[in-house]
């Protein structure tokens, strides 16, 4: 694909370039951290289909993306069943997506590997469509408050992720015994920290507050801090694999989410530090942009694939040095084999 030879993306070309992670490190996918999950939609389901999000409320969900027939989700199928095994006694639950053109594929799949687990033929790609990637297999990680906390390759999906999840389960969904705590546990749940700490200061002076109140005040003052730390790790990673674009909105959410505590001000400083340099914004550009090209082009025609190739290629004229660019490629090369299928005028 063309490169720029202009004087800023020269300068891109020096800050942006990067040598490829490898498949298990990165979503190679749009960015939908944080996104409530859509519902999912398939033609048909085997086992039981599964229920709206809200019923999902209070559960972590995996949401794992396979072509039965194709060798790559066939060997992850064995890392799925691996985790589902794990986390079976934990309010953990695994659903299926095959994506496949035959129906016959997936039911010959789920005849012979049974796997314990609702499957949806996705055969129109309705759902996939909803959770976009460039790659299969793929899984993300929904949290017991419907948000996408995390997607990838199910090979870097660690314990630790799946436990924060189960562990906001005390916020998104507490017991009975949870009284006057319940604002503060919702606060939390939504990530509202500082209204969570100054609800939390309150139980800790209400005499009618029962130890269930008190816990979930002490969980909160635990969790801030530490959610901070994990919000900022990740944020400073793709700072460091300058993937400014989606650095920038990393901590874009950590400014709505830590604003009028402790650590509003580290994120402003950050934020500040970052837009000073001329590159920031302009990878950021370059990222919003490659969203709407993978996002909101129509795909249904083949001169609609047609445009959308060009209008990649043009894309990468302007921003074929910046991080994105893998992940633009590998948009082309999957709507390229889109368009072998759309019958010629």
């Given at each position: 694909?063309?490169?720029?030879?202009?004087?800023?993306?020269?300068?891109?070309?020096?800050?942006?370039?990067?040598?490829?992670?490898?498949?298990?490190?990165?979503?190679?996918?749009?960015?939908?951290?944080?996104?409530?999950?859509?519902?999912?939609?398939?033609?048909?389901?085997?086992?039981?289909?599964?229920?709206?999000?809200?019923?999902?409320?209070?559960?972590?969900?995996?949401?794992?993306?396979?072509?039965?027939?194709?060798?790559?989700?066939?060997?992850?199928?064995?890392?799925?069943?691996?985790?589902?095994?794990?986390?079976?006694?934990?309010?953990?639950?695994?659903?299926?997506?095959?994506?496949?053109?035959?129906?016959?594929?997936?039911?010959?799949?789920?005849?012979?590997?049974?796997?314990?687990?609702?499957?949806?033929?996705?055969?129109?790609?309705?759902?996939?469509?909803?959770?976009?990637?460039?790659?299969?297999?793929?899984?993300?990680?929904?949290?017991?408050?419907?948000?996408?906390?995390?997607?990838?390759?199910?090979?870097?999906?660690?314990?630790?992720?799946?436990?924060?999840?189960?562990?906001?389960?005390?916020?998104?969904?507490?017991?009975?015994?949870?009284?006057?705590?319940?604002?503060?546990?919702?606060?939390?749940?939504?990530?509202?920290?500082?209204?969570?700490?100054?609800?939390?200061?309150?139980?800790?002076?209400?005499?009618?507050?029962?130890?269930?109140?008190?816990?979930?005040?002490?969980?909160?003052?635990?969790?801030?801090?530490?959610?901070?730390?994990?919000?900022?790790?990740?944020?400073?990673?793709?700072?460091?694999?300058?993937?400014?674009?989606?650095?920038?909105?990393?901590?874009?959410?950590?400014?709505?989410?830590?604003?009028?505590?402790?650590?509003?001000?580290?994120?402003?400083?950050?934020?500040?530090?970052?837009?000073?340099?001329?590159?920031?914004?302009?990878?950021?550009?370059?990222?919003?942009?490659?969203?709407?090209?993978?996002?909101?082009?129509?795909?249904?025609?083949?001169?609609d694939v047609e445009k959308l190739i060009v209008a990649i290629d043009e894309w990468d004229s302007l921003y074929?040095?910046?991080?994105?660019?893998?992940?633009?490629?590998?948009?082309?090369?999957?709507?390229?084999?889109?368009?072998?299928?759309?019958?010629?005028?």
């Open positions: 694909m063309r490169r720029a030879t202009s004087v800023l993306l020269a300068l891109a070309a020096f800050l942006c370039t990067f040598a490829p992670a490898p498949p298990s490190a990165r979503a190679e996918i749009v960015d939908r951290i944080d996104e409530s999950a859509p519902e999912l939609e398939c033609a048909k389901w085997f086992g039981d289909a599964p229920a709206k999000w809200e019923k999902f409320r209070g559960r972590v969900v995996v949401l794992h993306f396979s072509r039965p027939e194709v060798v790559t989700s066939r060997a992850a199928a064995g890392s799925l069943r691996d985790f589902a095994k794990k986390w079976a006694t934990k309010p953990v639950t695994v659903i299926e997506v095959a994506l496949s053109v035959e129906e016959a594929s997936v039911a010959a799949y789920v005849s012979r590997d049974a796997p314990p687990w609702p499957v949806g033929h996705d055969a129109a790609g309705a759902t996939a469509a909803k959770f976009p990637g460039t790659s299969v297999p793929r899984t993300y990680l929904i949290g017991p408050d419907g948000r996408i906390f995390w997607h990838a390759h199910i090979l870097a999906l660690t314990d630790a992720m799946v436990q924060e999840q189960l562990d906001r389960i005390a916020f998104v969904a507490p017991g009975p015994e949870v009284k006057l705590g319940k604002g503060c546990a919702r606060a939390a749940g939504d990530m509202r920290w500082a209204d969570a700490l100054a609800a939390a200061a309150k139980l800790e002076t209400d005499a009618k507050a029962s130890d269930a109140d008190r816990e979930i005040a002490r969980q909160v003052r635990a969790e801030v801090p530490r959610a901070f730390q994990v919000d900022l790790g990740r944020a400073e990673k793709l700072v460091t694999e300058r993937d400014y674009g989606l650095a920038w909105r990393r901590f874009e959410r950590m400014l709505v989410r830590f604003k009028g505590t402790v650590h509003e001000k580290a994120v402003q400083d950050r934020m500040a530090e970052l837009d000073a340099k001329e590159i920031v914004p302009f990878c950021r550009k370059g990222q919003d942009r490659l969203d709407d090209l993978m996002t909101k082009w129509p795909t249904r025609t083949r001169s074929g040095e910046t991080r994105p660019a893998e992940r633009a490629a590998k948009f082309r090369e999957e709507m390229t084999a889109l368009l072998a299928t759309k019958p010629k005028r």
